[in-house]
């Protein structure tokens, strides 16, 4: 009962002695107030009941926590609940038994002030008992009438909107509250026509309290307050879940934003739900599209999918398995999957959740790798030099395949051992110290020679070029070192300095029976003269025994000079250009690891010299070790240049040091035999005397000189070949025969066809120089404009003829263009084809004209040159014989 309800019955309490003259109609009042006390107290059983019920009958399952003991408690609660209202009913009995004693006593002989004074005082304490029990509970109680006004609010309530029970009654609701736009007025709107048909209804509210800045849900149930058969009010539980639905929230943001694609699955096996991540992964539109879908429609092998079912019943739980899934269109996805059964109290499985981490990027890198180390492993094995690296304690950690071709042995049996420990010992300091120091960090680069045990025994010399390794912080984590077998090279370097040394004897022996030709000559003479001289047989027999003797020592003599003697050389027109890059690409490895730079500008343009291109080389190469060697005296890293260049009737070739030069004194000794400066061992101090004899022999001269920054210059002179040296070779019996005929070329006419300008320009100029008259165009029109006004002897042309676009021409045009070209004398033209593909003479079959050669790009222009000649010389000698005949 309400303190309004008191107040009336207050109102109506009698005088002493009195009896009031209201008083059934006041009883009749108070038995309605008991009715709504009942109601009241019934309906707050029942919403409890019924709010746990429809609350807790999801999430309790999936609490990681044992609740059994919560349906128990709430029995206990009921039980406490039945057990007070009994005692209050006890009261309420008393009660009537008063009431209706006041009654009759009221009738027959007024009212008892003492049972009026008991009455109230019974009344009174209902009231304050019905008052803490709702105040025990942590729900939100209240009753509102339809205006809105409070009628009554636990204590829960009051502390919920911040204001003591007195201030709420009578107090409108809204006054404390709101209902945001969106969900809460929404759900209120359709709520209230519900209430007043149904009288009660249930559901989730968002309310706006105006003492707070967010919104709160609010788990309510409503019924309808009922008098005389109509509404007056409404009665209400309201829990608290703002916390569960920020909680759910936060979850379903989770679920939906994860990446890895995750699903749930009922017992039966058919997925009930699945996130965006999945639903992209396996190409369907919507997760609509899956929910239903039995588990094993995603897995490619069925069988898979009885084996993760086996294992899920025996352990519950299955963690990252690769496994193929069958994606919406039929194609395999590859994925990381985990699965795990969630099970009640009583152990039976409710569901199943399970993720799926897309491997499709993870293979391809895998992939990738797999790729990159087998291109790296076929590198290492592709690389003749010996590859392995060393940590800070000088063990190999890594050894290249080569290692079993350059010393025998498995990469597997060099990791962890030493550094050294195959080494000559009179080698090892040296190579261990030179690590060290790079490891330490006082050093980039390290080069060092030390001979090797291979595992047959033998020793191997090894050439090795050590740098340091570093980490990704920059610190020197080891040495990585590339090592090159060079025994055969040493071997074949001491070949050539016996054979220097063989060289310098031959010089010796020259000389030497040089100066024997003379004696053995006079011996000879002598001998012959006084044998045919003298007639007694005695003497004669032993003057020709002395003869017989030194025409066999003339005959060695002779076989010496003939050793002592090199062989003439094997002269042809060459390109220095050319060999002096060969050159420098043999010793191009030499050069790098020694840190000397190589300043090199090739000259292709430079017109061909005559001579042996092996001998040339060899001088070349014994020039460019000297400059290496006199660099390295001197400091650990230099340069070398090397250029061409044309001197009227000469090219020049010209080697620059900056190393330690030579000095005044010595200028003049440096081609002598066996003059050297280098320490012993190091060379024999013929390389310079073999060197000034080829040029010599090639009729050239080479010359040195100290350059005064330092270093050295030396500089080689051949003469350029004349296309006579090699063209026509005739004989001049004396100084007065008659003079060579002039070139078969002069005063000839030529027509060039290329598209290529540098092409025609060479030919133009190189033909112009031999007296012929060159016309040189790019197209087949211009070629045909032309020939329709000029006469050509030769017509040189492209194999492949294009137009003026660079497109190929067409054979209507390439054969008007034949059949126009024409001498000065009416005959046809002799036709030449040029090309850049692998061709021969019989590439013309089947051209429009068939009589000519085919000449392969690139040539020279000397080569041309004798073509052309050898063709108008045997058309010469054609018509020569065709005027005998007639």
Avoid at 361 to 381: G, I, N, Q, T, Y
Wanted: net charge negative; proline share 5%.
């Amino acid at each position: 009962m309400s303190e309004a309800d008191l107040t009336a019955v207050g109102a109506v309490r009698p005088a002493d002695g009195e009896v009031p003259a209201a008083l059934p109609a006041h009883l009749e009042l108070l038995a309605r107030r008991e009715r709504g006390l009942w109601q009241l107290a019934l309906f707050v059983l029942a919403a409890l009941a019924i709010a746990l019920a429809v609350v807790s009958r999801g999430w309790l399952k999936d609490l990681p926590y044992n609740l059994n003991a919560l349906p128990i408690g709430l029995v206990v609660l009921v039980g406490l609940f039945a057990a007070y209202t009994w005692i209050k009913s006890k009261e309420i009995s008393e009660l009537r038994g008063l009431v209706r004693g006041i009654e009759q006593r009221t009738i027959a002989a007024g009212a008892d002030g003492k049972q009026v004074e008991q009455l109230f005082s019974l009344i009174s304490r209902s009231q304050q008992g019905y008052r803490d029990l709702i105040d025990t509970f942590d729900d939100h109680l209240f009753s509102i009438s339809l205006g809105g006004e409070i009628l009554a609010a636990n204590r829960s309530f009051s502390a919920l909107l911040d204001a003591p029970f007195p201030s709420l009654v009578g107090k409108r609701l809204e006054d404390f509250v709101n209902l945001p736009q969106g969900d809460g007025l929404a759900a209120a709107t359709k709520a209230l026509p519900l209430l007043l048909e149904r009288r009660h209804w249930n559901g989730v509210l968002s309310v706006q309290l105006k003492n707070e800045s967010k919104p709160r849900y609010f788990d309510c149930i409503f019924h309808a307050i009922v008098r005389d058969g109509a509404v007056c009010g409404v009665s209400a539980l309201a829990r608290d879940v703002t916390a569960e639905r920020e909680s759910e929230a936060r979850f379903t943001e989770l679920f939906e934003t994860l990446q890895e694609g995750v699903y749930l699955a009922t017992p039966d096996g058919l997925l009930s739900d699945a996130n965006p991540a999945l639903v992209h992964l396996l190409g369907y539109k919507s997760k609509q599209e899956m929910i239903g879908l039995p588990l094993s429609d995603l897995y490619a092998d069925h069988a898979e999918c009885a084996a993760d079912q086996v294992a899920l019943l025996q352990e519950g739980l299955i963690r990252g398995r690769q496994l193929a899934l069958r994606a919406k269109r039929g194609d395999e996805v590859t994925g990381l999957h985990s699965i795990s059964a969630i099970r009640d109290t009583d152990g039976k499985i409710i569901r199943f959740h399970g993720t799926v981490v897309d491997m499709t990027e993870h293979k391809e890198m895998e992939r990738r790798l797999r790729r990159e180390r087998e291109f790296a492993r076929r590198l290492m094995d592709s690389l003749p030099d010996l590859v392995f690296v060393l940590d800070r304690e000088l063990r190999y950690t890594f050894a290249s395949p080569s290692l079993k071709q350059v010393l025998g042995y498995e990469p597997e049996e060099l990791i962890c051992s030493r550094l050294g420990d195959s080494a000559d010992p009179e080698d090892c300091p040296a190579l261990l110290a030179m690590c060290r120091e790079l490891i330490a960090g006082r050093g980039a680069q390290g080069t060092i020679e030390y001979r090797s045990r291979h595992k047959n025994g033998e020793w191997r010399l090894m050439r090795t070029t050590v740098r340091p390794v570093v980490d990704t912080e920059g610190r020197i984590e080891g040495v990585i070192a590339s090592a090159r077998d060079i025994t055969e090279q040493r071997h074949v370097e001491q070949q050539l300095v016996q054979s220097e040394r063989l060289a310098a004897m031959g010089q010796m022996i020259a000389g030497v029976a040089h100066e024997l030709n003379n004696p053995l000559t006079a011996v000879l003479g002598v001998t012959e003269l006084v044998r045919d001289g003298i007639e007694e047989p005695t003497m004669k027999r032993q003057l020709d025994l002395a003869h017989r003797q030194a025409r066999r020592a003339a005959h060695i003599v002779q076989s010496l000079l003939t050793f002592s003697r090199p062989p003439s050389p094997r002269k042809m027109p060459l390109q220095l250009n050319d060999a002096l890059q060969r050159t420098l690409q043999l010793h191009e490895y030499s050069l790098r690891t020694n840190n000397i730079e190589l300043d090199f500008e090739p000259r292709p343009e430079l017109p061909p010299v005559l001579g042996d291109v092996n001998q040339l080389m060899q001088v070349f190469l014994n020039l460019i070790t000297n400059a290496e060697q006199a660099i390295l005296e001197v400091r650990d890293r230099g340069r070398l240049t090397v250029r061409l260049e044309p001197a009227g009737e000469f090219v020049r070739v010209m080697f620059q040091d900056d190393g330690v030069g030579i000095s005044r004194e010595i200028l003049s000794k440096i081609f002598d035999p066996f003059f050297t400066t280098k320490r012993p061992g190091r060379g024999t101090g013929l390389g310079l005397s073999i060197s000034m004899a080829i040029v010599r022999e090639h009729g050239g001269s080479i010359a040195a000189e100290s350059l005064p920054g330092g270093g050295s210059l030396f500089t080689i002179a051949l003469p350029v070949s004349r296309p006579s040296q090699f063209v026509f070779q005739q004989d001049s019996p004396s100084a007065t025969a008659a003079p060579a005929p002039a070139s078969p070329l002069e005063g000839r006419t030529m027509l060039v066809i290329d598209n290529d300008d540098s092409i025609r320009e060479l030919i133009d100029d190189g033909l112009s120089a031999r007296g012929m008259i060159v016309h040189a165009v790019a197209s087949v029109e211009g070629a045909l404009e032309r020939v329709r006004a000029h006469a050509y002897d030769v017509v040189l042309c492209d194999l492949h003829l294009g137009d003026s676009y660079g497109a190929p021409a067409p054979p209507e045009l390439r054969r008007e263009l034949l059949d126009l070209a024409h001498t000065s004398a009416g005959q046809t033209p002799l036709v030449l084809y040029m090309s850049g593909d692998l061709v021969d003479d019989s590439a013309v079959e089947g051209l429009e004209h068939k009589r000519g050669h085919v000449i392969q790009k690139p040539f020279r222009v000397s080569d041309l040159v004798a073509m052309l000649v050898s063709e108008f010389e045997s058309l010469g000698s054609k018509h020569t014989a065709e005027s005998r005949i007639n």
